[in-house]
DNA sequence: TCTATATGCATAATTTTCTTATGTATGTAA
DNA sequence: TTACATACATAAGAAAATTATGCATATAGA
């Protein structure tokens, strides 16, 4: 199911942070795909969406970038610095606690027992 | 873990429209109270974020209110339309449709197997 | 008595974070 | 030449929260 609603406002920052932790860089544009692709088309980063926080992220210290040229199209790289690591472990445990939270909250525990 | 920076953003309708489905009636403090509870205080839900909400899904026919007095105190109680219980199942699809998403990219899936 | 805390509602100002729309640019396919 | 994919970016607006404040009753404590 598509989120339309989008219920995603509030995680997509550790998203993205988690990506780059799992595939060590990637530009803006892979990580909406991947995002696509894993998701099975449910989740689509829009740019409005996707390039401000990344913009962000940088500026607080989190991520750093590098452009490479490939094929005459300009990709700017993001990579996680240190306390971006740091950050992104926070954001996983707030994640993980948030998601058991409103599993118990909406009745929505299937696979436990 | 208090959700502090509040991932909640998106999935409070859903958590008020729950809440209703399963109790009834429930009047606003009510509501903060027993998701403070469910959640052994992680979700602490500000009377900022759920009268607005509250009067959101009277506004849009999800909900009806009376008032009780009790103990000289006026309680506003709300309970579910039929459009609002429509409207729940609805957004408690898309609810486990986005965990489920969410605990894919985010590597979150403990008790699958 | 004054203060804090709990119960109960509400709104205003502000901030965060999206959506939607738009713009630039290159390349390919219909 | 139109559409779509790749790739970045920003601006305007809307949505939905946070924070602060206000009113009102009641109780407990210093």
Redesign the pocket.
């Known amino acids: 199911m598509a ?4 219920m ?6 550790t998203i993205l942070l988690n990506m780059l932790h799992e595939n060590g860089k990637m ?7 991947k995002v696509k692709d894993i998701t099975k088309g449910d989740i ?13 992220l940088v500026a607080d210290g989190l991520l750093v ?1 590098h ?1 490479e040229t ?9 990579a996680l610095t240190a306390a971006g690591e740091a950050e992104l472990a926070n954001k996983l445990k707030e994640a993980e606690s948030f998601i058991g939270n409103l599993q118990m909250l909406l009745n929505l525990k299937p696979n436990l027992s």
């Open positions: 989120i339309s609603s989008s995603l406002k509030g995680s997509l920052q530009y803006g544009y892979e990580i909406t795909q689509k980063l829009t740019e409005g969406a996707i390039y401000p926080s990344l913009h962000k970038t452009t490939y094929e005459n199209r300009v990709r700017k790289y993001y």
